[in-house]
């Protein structure tokens, strides 16, 4: 018996020692749920012009929803917090700019993207609100912005491909936007939280909420689940590729 516990002993001991790190392990990740709940009965805070570098916009907006009343805040903090979930699983750090309710409102763009300059990288969760006709998502990568984005519009485009082919592969999901971007990709110079990050970062709008397919999916907890899944797949990817330069 001594003999048999000592062989499990020293099997634990070198698999311990020998098992590979997991893919995300010393990567912190911000994740960044698009709008808050708040926001609504905080109009003045959250409609106030903030200004930094090329960026002149409202603090924040309010965010759109389904036909059926199901707020884009919902989705992006329900997805939100199954994309963490599976971040952790893979090793990374994560910190969020908003959850739990707090802060109560916001925070700004400008607070949005200190927030995510203090992570590695920093994907920003949306839904849309575009004619019920279109639909499909779209994955936003920041433009070239002289003095703002020169340091991260190439690690960034590398995230956006690598979310893109994630999403695009979810069989019976939503599919790449037919009124936004090409082949689910954007590229886009006005949008505070793009431009004003320091770390690769990409915006992701699932899909189109006034769609009444869409709609139908982004609301359901299985297909947050594999978005959350394809999302956390992307960021492995891209991990890997960003090793190999
Ligand atoms: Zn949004």
């Known amino acids: 018996m001594l003999a048999a516990a000592s062989a499990t002993l020293a099997a634990t ?5 020998g098992a590979p790190a ?3 392990a010393g990567l912190v990740v911000n994740v960044d749920p698009g709008h808050n709940p708040g926001n609504a009965s905080h109009p003045a805070q959250v409609n106030r012009i903030v200004e930094r ?18 707020p884009e805040w919902r ?24 959850a739990n309710g707090r802060p109560a409102w916001g925070p ?15 994907i920003s969760l949306h839904a849309d609100g575009a004619p019920a006709g279109a639909r499909g998502f779209h994955v936003i990568r920041p433009a070239f912005v002289r003095g703002w984005t020169g340091d991260i519009t190439r690690r960034s485009t590398t ?12 069989r019976g999901g939503i599919p790449p936007s037919t009124y936004a971007g090409r082949d689910g990709i954007d590229v886009r110079a006005d949008l505070g939280g793009l431009t004003l990050s320091d770390v690769p970062k990409v915006m992701v709008e699932h899909g ?15 297909e947050q689940e ?4 394809a999302l956390t797949g992307a960021i492995v990817r891209w991990r890997v590729a960003e090793g190999r330069d």
């Open 53 to 70: 570098g090329p960026i002149r916009k409202a603090c924040d907006t309010t965010g759109t929803a389904t036909n059926g009343g199901y």
């Open 22 to 24: 997991p893919p995300l």
């Open 226 to 229: 594999r978005l959350a899944a």
């Open 108 to 122: 700004c763009i400008t607070g949005r993207a200190a927030i995510g300059n203090r992570a590695d990288v920093s």
């Open 208 to 222: 189109n909420m006034r769609n009444a397919a869409d709609a139908r999916l982004l609301t359901s907890p299985a």
């Open 13 to 17: 001991l070198v698999a311990a020692a």
């Open 75 to 98: 989705f992006t903090g329900l997805l939100a917090t199954r994309l963490a979930r599976r971040l952790r699983a893979q090793g990374a750090t994560v910190t969020f700019t908003r």
């Open 159 to 170: 995230l956006a491909v690598q979310v893109r082919n994630g999403l695009r592969a979810l």
